[in-house]
């Protein structure tokens, strides 16, 4: 196992990635190489269909590149069979989905405590590490609600405690605020950001809101497979 | 900033929800599958219900059918004697007597041998009357049949031209139920003669290879039988030969002795060992007849439960996406599933075998049958199969569930 760059907690290296559709197999990403440093914060954007949420896929270790390599705290994870991926999932990414993605069977607190039950923690310290999480996000007098007894961005704060539960190095966003209004959504950038900034956890935010783009310290455009770095402060 | 943390990235020591989550959780999520659940566990219910309660139903009916053949001897021999077709019964002789010492002699084995005379009359007492039969043997007649005796003594080699009589159990009773106590030194009337009560038999029981009961019957010595019927005829011979194995090869030598007592007289001798053992080989035949069929309802239950858990991985499918992506190994989602569906089994069995095991009761109750005797091989067949249905069934959408990648699993369908 290499490593290479330490300071790199994802690297991705000359990724090209594909969906057979039918017969024939449909590229949508090309020959990507990027790195993110631990602790920065990074938006992906581009038009809806550029690929940039496969590329998320790919560095959550979602999905798995037609070709390429993709190292993450550096560990090459690019042959690493379902299970090791399930469990390096759970020990450093935290995932924040468009819709949610809150279990609708359990309250705000189990779902929270979810990933510290797949990592073998007993369920009295998920759960007590699971307040401590909804405490931050504020929302620790709606521990015993469902997902559907609560506003859209209360349920985004939820599955953001829930992201957090697992103390991650890696937070992944996948459009956070795409089904959110225009406050909420802000407050959410906000928390994310902060989130950044006192825990040094990196963060990578797939968008197609400039305004939140712009709010990251670093901005990977994706245009019809392929990247460039769209050049902001 | 090195990160140790990479070291330890992938190793599974420790990792994976605890039993007791596992569990509970496939509890809970049944619980808020509602009716769907409750459907998919009534096929399995209904699965085990029915093995357990024809199980239990099927081991009764075999107690109850040997409980009627219990009054047949183990190592008794019972040889028929038939008049050969018709026409020519003028010409045979009637046998009255046959030398039963002579027997024993011939075939060692056999220690005890009665040949038995059957008529039916009207026998008389205190002036009651009561149609009865009438059954003359000799005094090897208890040694064969096991009989005892309820009060005096019964007929013995010195009473072979007395008029002397034993009465059955049955016989004793329904002079009882009129009113009329029967006891040693009574007389009855039979026929014109008068007979002397000697003895009086406790009950003996069935045995339906015997031409009449002998608690339904009073027994005279077999000579005697000359004053009641002009022609006296011996229709049968019990020979009991305690040694179980020579019993099997002692009937044709009984045969060849009575066929050579009795020319012209066709005999046939019956084992009621063999035929216990027959009538047991298929009353097990039949239990296994019976679990056969709820087996089949069990299967038709747990193609229920698959339906179900088709359609549970099937609408779940973005949970499990989600599950995944939190960390769920493909092994945690196929037990997940593999639980669910065996819990689902598992009560749907516990409910089948609680009314499986009513109904059977119920059945034996109002079938008048002696009281219920429960099979212990029931319950854990009937419970262990349906939970084997159960996991059998859910094995394959479990697995399917856990065979998806997490991208797949997230798409939106």
Not at chain 1, 44 to 64: F, R, W, Y
Not at chain 2, 221 to 244: C, D, F, H, K, Y
Not at chain 2, 341 to 347: D, E, P, R, S
Request: proline residues 5%; neutral net charge.
């Amino acid at each position: 196992m290499q490593r290479v760059h330490d300071t790199d907690l994802i690297r991705l290296e000359n990724i090209t990635h594909a969906y057979a559709t039918g017969a024939s197999s449909q590229a949508v990403l090309y020959d990507v190489s990027f790195s993110v440093p631990t602790g920065q914060s990074c938006a992906i954007v581009g038009a809806s269909g550029s690929g940039k949420s496969t590329l998320l896929n790919l560095i959550g270790l979602l999905d798995e590149p037609t070709s390429g390599r993709v190292l993450l705290a550096g560990e090459d994870m690019t042959n690493a069979d379902a299970e090791s991926r399930a469990i390096a999932r759970n020990r450093i990414i935290g995932f924040v989905f468009q819709s949610f993605n809150l279990l609708p069977r359990l309250d705000a607190l189990d779902n929270v405590a979810l990933p510290l039950l797949y990592r073998g923690i007993p369920q009295p310290q998920a759960r007590q590490a699971a307040l401590t999480q909804l405490e931050r996000v504020g929302l620790s007098n709606r521990s015993h609600h469902r997902p559907a007894d609560m506003s859209g961005g209360q349920r985004q704060r939820v599955a953001i405690a829930r992201a957090l539960v697992g103390e991650p190095s890696l937070l992944l966003a996948d459009e956070p605020t795409g089904n959110l209004d225009s406050q909420t959504a802000q407050d959410i950038i906000g928390l994310l950001l902060s989130l950044n900034r006192e825990r040094g956890t990196t963060l990578v935010v797939v968008t197609h809101d400039t305004g939140i783009a712009d709010r990251m310290a670093r901005c990977i455009q994706v245009r019809d497979g392929r990247i460039e770095e769209a050049g902001h402060a | 900033m090195p990160r140790r943390a990479a070291i330890t990235l992938t190793s599974s020591h420790g990792y994976g929800p605890s039993w007791l989550h596992l569990v509970r959780e496939p509890v809970e999520n049944l619980r808020q599958l509602g009716r769907r659940a409750v459907l998919a566990l009534l096929g399995i219910a209904v699965g085990c219900m029915a093995v357990v309660a024809l199980l239990n139903i099927g081991h009764n009916a075999e107690r109850e059918a040997m409980n009627v053949f219990k009054g047949m001897g183990s190592d008794l021999l019972v040889a028929n004697v038939q008049i050969p077709g018709s026409g020519r019964s003028e010409a045979l002789p009637n046998v009255a007597t046959l030398d039963t010492a002579a027997l024993r002699q011939a075939i060692p084995d056999i220690t005890a041998a009665a040949p038995l005379i059957l008529t039916s009359s009207d026998a008389r007492l205190k002036g009651h009357a009561l149609s009865t039969t009438i059954l003359g043997s000799n005094a090897d007649l208890p040694g064969v049949l096991d009989l005892q005796l309820a009060q005096g003594r019964f007929l013995s080699q010195f009473d072979t031209h007395s008029t002397h009589a034993v009465l059955g159990a049955n016989v004793a009773a329904a002079w009882e139920n009129a009113g009329i106590h029967a006891q040693p030194g009574d007389r009855i009337q039979i026929g014109g003669y008068l007979f002397q009560v000697i003895g009086i038999l406790q009950p003996a029981g069935q045995n339906p290879l015997l031409p009449a009961p002998p608690d339904d019957a009073i027994l005279l010595p077999l000579e005697g039988m000359r004053r009641i019927i002009p022609s006296p005829q011996i229709t049968s011979v019990l020979a009991r030969n305690p040694n179980g194995a020579t019993l099997v090869q002692t009937s044709p030598a009984l045969q060849q002795w009575v066929e050579g007592r009795m020319p012209g007289y066709e005999v046939n001798v019956q084992i009621p060992r063999l035929l216990l053992e027959g009538m047991a080989k298929q009353s097990r035949l039949f239990s296994w007849l019976l679990a056969g069929l709820g087996s089949i309802a069990l299967l038709v239950g747990g193609i229920g439960v698959m339906n179900v858990m088709v359609m549970n991985v099937a609408e779940r499918r973005r949970e499990i996406g989600v599950r995944m992506a939190l960390g769920a190994r493909p092994r945690d989602i196929a037990r997940l599933f593999l639980l669910e569906a065996v819990v689902l089994a598992a009560t749907g069995a516990l409910a089948g075998a609680a009314v499986g095991l009513i109904m059977a009761w119920a059945f034996v109750h109002y079938s008048g049958w002696s009281a219920f005797s429960f099979s212990a091989a029931a319950l854990p067949l009937g419970i262990g199969s349906a939970i084997a249905t159960g996991l059998f069934f859910g094995l394959s959408p479990a697995m399917a569930a856990a065979r998806l990648t997490p991208v797949q699993a997230l798409r939106d369908a």
